[in-house]
């Protein structure tokens, strides 16, 4: 399965972005997903996962109470909805499958890693 996360763009504080991850390939309805984002100069981060059947989440600390991920099965996508977003948001954004049961928050733990998403929230 190839992945592609798209929707992010610049945005200032405060406000609001939803990136879409989108599969090509296959679906990817059996899959548990992740968000990850990588700020230059920094590691990987964990953002968002989510379990196959959409029920459960889990939120990186930072980003909690701000985010939400989801999924729509029919159009073979995961959202991450941001609100409030913060500068320290800023970062390319990426979306992956995950090789191991949710939860998952260790990039070690996921695949299929598709081209990132660059957001940045300007002050």
Known sequence: ???QA???GLVQAGGS???????SGRTFSNYDMGWFRQ???KEREFVASLRWTGLSTRYGDSVKGRLTVSRDIDKNTVTLQMNSLKPEDTAVYYCATSLRPFPRESNNDYANWGQGTQVTVSS
């Open 6 to 8: 798209s929707g992010g």
């Open 17 to 23: 972005l939803r990136l879409t991850c989108a599969a």
């Open 1 to 3: 399965v190839q992945l």
């Open 39 to 41: 700020a230059p100069g």
